[in-house]
């Protein structure tokens, strides 16, 4: 990613990475209490969306960024980032 839109995304998923840190900590010290097992599933729920929503905003900013850049790529490449760039949301969904 480049300029100054990609410092703020970066900074925005990094954010959000440490938020789910937390989280996945706070998963380990309920698992490790023995907390009631809806507490556990609902709080695994809010993690696996946070990381997915991490993953999300990412994922835009890697498509925006590099179709914005085509122009300066040969166009094989450009495929190439392209059929990347989707597999990539494939797998991020199964």
Same mark, same amino acid.
């Given at each position: 990613?480049?300029?100054?839109?990609?410092?703020?995304?970066? &900074?925005?998923?990094?954010?959000?990475?440490?938020?789910?840190?937390?989280?996945?900590?706070?998963?380990?010290?309920?698992?490790?209490?023995?907390?009631?097992?809806?507490?556990?599933?609902?709080?695994?729920?809010?993690?696996?969306?946070?990381?997915?929503?991490?993953?999300?905003?990412?994922?835009?900013?890697?498509?925006?960024?590099?179709?914005?850049?085509?122009?300066?790529?040969?166009?094989?490449?450009?495929?190439?980032?392209?059929?990347?760039?989707? &597999?990539?949301?494939?797998?991020?969904?199964?």
């Amino acid at each position: 990613m480049h300029g100054v839109e990609s410092a703020a995304i970066k &900074d925005q998923v990094l954010v959000r990475l440490r938020r789910v840190e937390g989280q996945v900590r706070g998963l380990q010290k309920m698992v490790d209490e023995e907390r009631d097992c809806r507490e556990i599933l609902q709080q695994l729920q809010a993690t696996l969306a946070a990381l997915q929503n991490a993953g999300d905003l990412f994922v835009r900013a890697y498509a925006k960024d590099c179709l914005l850049h085509t122009e300066t790529t040969d166009p094989r490449n450009r495929e190439q980032a392209i059929d990347t760039l989707l &597999d990539l949301m494939i797998k991020a969904r199964s």
